[in-house]
Structures are given as structure tokens and as C-alpha cells.
């Protein structure tokens, strides 16, 4: 049952500098996108925050050397590795598409407010 080394997955150190900087990341930051630059469900996350005047942080994980390690950190923390991954008020909301839907539905100014107003 050992299958072989390249299929086995290096654990993550959630307690690490990347993993202390994506939770400072979002506990900073009352809306925070961890995106790729060139993903257009990203791009859609953004607008939907645009589009409604909230401000929001973006770190663009495909502009920096520990990307990858980022990436595997955001996959622990919220069981998807996609991009982009949107916190408000700490909590994951998903990607771009539940990002969107929130807007469409006129929920996510309520979100942002109910969620970032108690900071």
C-alpha cells in the first residue's frame, strides 16, 4: 500500500512564516482576495467588490516567489486550492462564482458591512 513517492502529498506547515502571513493577511483586511492575475473568475471576484465601492486587498500569488507554498496553505485552510479565495471579515466565501452570486443576489454589501463593521 506505499505507492510511490510522487504521489504522496508534502504536508503543509500551518504554522509556518506563509501560513503566518496568510492568516495575517486576512485578519487585516476586511476583504481580502488571494487571486492570479490572468484568472477571469478572479477578475470577477474583484469587479463584484468594484462594482458595489469596497475597497479590497489583493495578493496575486502568481507575482510571488512563495505562490505555490501560499496556494497549499489556502487549500488547508478552506479544503480548494482554486483561485481566487475571498475572505470578508475573516471568514472564506468562496471563489469568484459564489463571490458573484452574492452580488447578484445584493448580499454582499450586507456581508462586508455586517462582517467588517465589528472589527
Do not use: H, W
Not at 470577477?44 to 496553505?73: L, N
Not at 470578508?88 to 468562496?94: Q, Y
Request: charged share 25%; net charge positive.
Amino acid at each position: 500500500m506505499g505507492g510511490s513517492p510522487s504521489c504522496q502529498i508534502a504536508a503543509v506547515d500551518m504554522k509556518g512564516p506563509v501560513a503566518e502571513k496568510v492568516n495575517e493577511k486576512i485578519k487585516s483586511n476586511c476583504v481580502m482576495i488571494f487571486s492570479k492575475t490572468y484568472c477571469p473568475y478572479c477578475k470577477i471576484a474583484k469587479k463584484a467588490f468594484s462594482d458595489i465601492g469596497v475597497p479590497y486587498e489583493v495578493y496575486e500569488i502568481d507575482k510571488q516567489p512563495d505562490g505555490a507554498a501560499v496556494q497549499d496553505v489556502l487549500d488547508n485552510m478552506t479544503g480548494a486550492r482554486t483561485v481566487p479565495r475571498v475572505f470578508v471579515g475573516g471568514k472564506c466565501i468562496g471563489g469568484g462564482t459564489e463571490t458573484r452570486q452574492l452580488y447578484k443576489e445584493g448580499k454582499l454589501a450586507d456581508l462586508v458591512q455586517q462582517s467588517c463593521e465589528k472589527k
